[in-house]
T-cell receptor, first 115, second 112 residues
């Protein structure tokens, strides 16, 4: 059973507009969430993260929102640029008795930003 | 900064052959991981290690083995390659578990 779900395999937006990538999770023990970005033929690279004690974290054009009651997080990219075209993975981990567990990844969403 | 280095980048294996995927990191990270990525399936954890001499199974360990004799190196061994092991393999490391991982650039393996 998938614990981290990215239900949209792909998303296409126009350059300059907002991109919103969504992620849902089922494990209520998750307390740390991350977004990774992956270009073809490269490894995933860390983009932004959020702890469960926050509901928003911002870094330049990237903002992650966390809605714990809905077990939902989203990544907003404003404004979107063609260089943002990549696969975005949502990931989460849980704290088990003081030890942080391994990251669990979603299946990814392929973002295409059209000039 | 090298970060996490994986070799080889590409490999074609015949069914039943064996090979070792190499992974080394120069960040003195205690935690290391092996993931596989199948098309449209995200990243699945094969094995991980929390320090030299300590390894543990992840979600999909069957058909693989690992060892961690040093902090820097975490090789992944395929003993009897099967077509189901055709995938892209990523090695990653982190200072502590469950937080930001640094990934290598991957090894694309095809078993025919």
């Amino acid at each position: 059973d998938q614990q981290v779900k990215q239900n949209s395999p792909s998303l296409s937006v126009q350059e300059g507009r907002i991109s919103i990538l969504n992620c849902d999770y089922t494990n209520s023990m998750f307390d740390y969430f991350l977004w990774y970005k992956k270009y073809p033929a490269e490894g995933p690279t860390f983009l932004i993260s959020i702890s469960s004690i926050k509901d928003k974290n911002e870094d330049g054009r990237f903002t992650v929102f966390l809605n714990k009651s809905a077990k939902h997080l989203s990544l907003h990219i404003v404004p979107s640029q063609p260089g943002d075209s990549a696969v975005y993975f949502c990931a989460a981990s849980a704290n088990y008795g003081g030890s942080q567990g391994n990251l669990i990844f979603g299946k990814g969403t392929k973002l295409s930003v059209k000039p | 900064n090298a970060g996490v280095t994986q070799t080889p980048k590409f490999r074609i294996l015949k069914i039943g052959q064996s090979m070792t995927l190499q992974c080394t990191q120069d960040m003195n990270h205690n935690y290391m991981y092996w993931y596989r990525q199948d098309p449209g399936m995200g990243l699945k954890l094969i094995y991980y290690s929390v320090g030299a001499g300590i390894t543990d199974k992840g979600e999909v360990p069957n058909g693989y083995n690992v060892s961690r004799s040093t902090t820097e190196d975490f090789p992944l061994r395929l003993e009897l390659a099967a077509p189901s092991q055709t995938s892209v393999y990523f090695c990653a490391s982190s200072r502590t578990g469950g937080y930001g991982y640094t990934f290598g650039s991957g090894t694309r393996l095809t078993v025919v």
